[in-house]
């Protein structure tokens, strides 16, 4: 059951991406918005922005399970953790990113991010506590709500950055007093008792995972543009989202568990993006004419697949025997 549970942080994205999507980023939500890649399909757009959500998630749990690893003592795999979670951001997600025109200028990239605090501050974490509050998971809505006014802090930080970039007055400048507390994700089960609360964590989860990963790109092509106090704001506020956010929300969620266990939920859902995701993806693309789209998904697949099996020749090297997929 544990096991179960822990693959849909990647594979369910094929049947939940799209419902967190549109119902996390409705409106102004980070996920929604894309400046560019308008001659793609939008059957397209949507699978690689899902994809991309699927690389987020999938770098920042693979940092906590490298984590968990240290913990007990497995260097080899926490290594292999480390390698792959680069690869999810930096090579896949960045590619992905590229392919949809997800980076704009800092002045685009501010207004997105904006948007994206907006939502979460005034409507997103409100109804997420309200509901952890009336399904009795006190310490649930408590997170959720301390989360919100963090969110409404980033907000006024990139209001305020905004002014300084586009009225470029001397009397405005881009806030960087952003100090991330790193919180140590905590392996085991849920600590919430309704199924709504433990939905909403995960829902929680990939938003903070995907503005980690757009903050991320934002702040370096603000730093390839002359902007450093920017970069230093993007950056900072990236390091809040993962080492505060995140793993807030990863402890209560129960989304690390002992090594093994992290394994076989790793190879589950490698192998399924391999298999299924990305090559239906890539299908799509080709169908609609985004041959290049198609190109990249169908190369990303067969990444996966090597990711699949390094992961599976460690888990046997610790007689992990993970069940077989149904």
């Not at 929300?249 to 192998?271: F, P, Q, S």
């Not at 198609?294 to 992961?311: C, Y």
Request: hydrophobic content about 35%; overall charge neutral; proline content about 3%.
């Amino acid at each position: 059951m544990g096991t179960r549970r822990l693959i849909c942080w990647r594979a369910c994205l094929t049947t939940v991406g799209t419902v967190t999507l549109l119902a996390v980023g409705a409106g102004n939500a980070r996920a929604a918005s894309v400046p560019h890649g308008d001659d793609l399909d939008p059957s397209t757009r949507t699978n690689i922005t899902n994809a991309m959500q699927g690389e987020a998630l999938a770098h920042v749990t693979y940092r906590a399970y490298a984590r968990q690893a240290d913990r007990e003592n497995l260097p080899d795999v926490a290594a292999l953790y480390r390698r792959t979670a680069h690869t999810e951001l930096r090579e896949h997600f960045t590619e992905q990113a590229k392919l949809i025109g997800l980076v704009g200028d800092n002045a685009a990239n501010l207004r997105d991010s904006i948007g994206g605090e907006s939502y979460e501050a005034t409507t997103m974490y409100k109804r997420f506590a309200e509901q952890a509050k009336a399904d009795g998971d006190q310490e649930a809505a408590r997170l959720f709500s301390e989360v919100g006014q963090d969110e409404a802090r980033h907000r006024s930080n990139f209001v305020q950055a905004r002014n300084a970039v586009t009225e470029r007055s001397s009397r405005a400048t881009v806030p960087t007093d952003v100090q991330a507390k790193p919180v140590e994700i905590q392996a085991g089960p849920p600590r919430v008792s309704s199924s709504r609360t433990l939905e909403n964590l995960r829902a929680a989860m990939k938003g903070e995972a995907f503005a980690y990963a757009k903050y991320t790109l934002y702040g370096d092509r603000a730093g390839e543009t002359g902007q450093p106090r920017l970069a230093e704001l993007f950056h900072r506020t990236a390091a809040v989202e993962r080492t505060e956010h995140f793993a807030e929300h990863a402890t209560m969620a129960g989304a690390v568990r002992d090594t093994g266990t992290n394994l076989c939920a790793t190879i589950k859902g490698e192998t399924h993006e391999g298999t299924r995701m990305y090559p239906d993806y890539a299908r799509q693309a080709s169908a609609a004419g985004d041959t290049e789209a198609a190109r990249l998904l169908n190369d990303t697949a067969k990444d996966e697949l090597r990711h699949a099996k390094a992961f599976s020749e460690e888990a046997s090297k610790l007689g992990t025997q993970c069940p077989m997929s149904g």
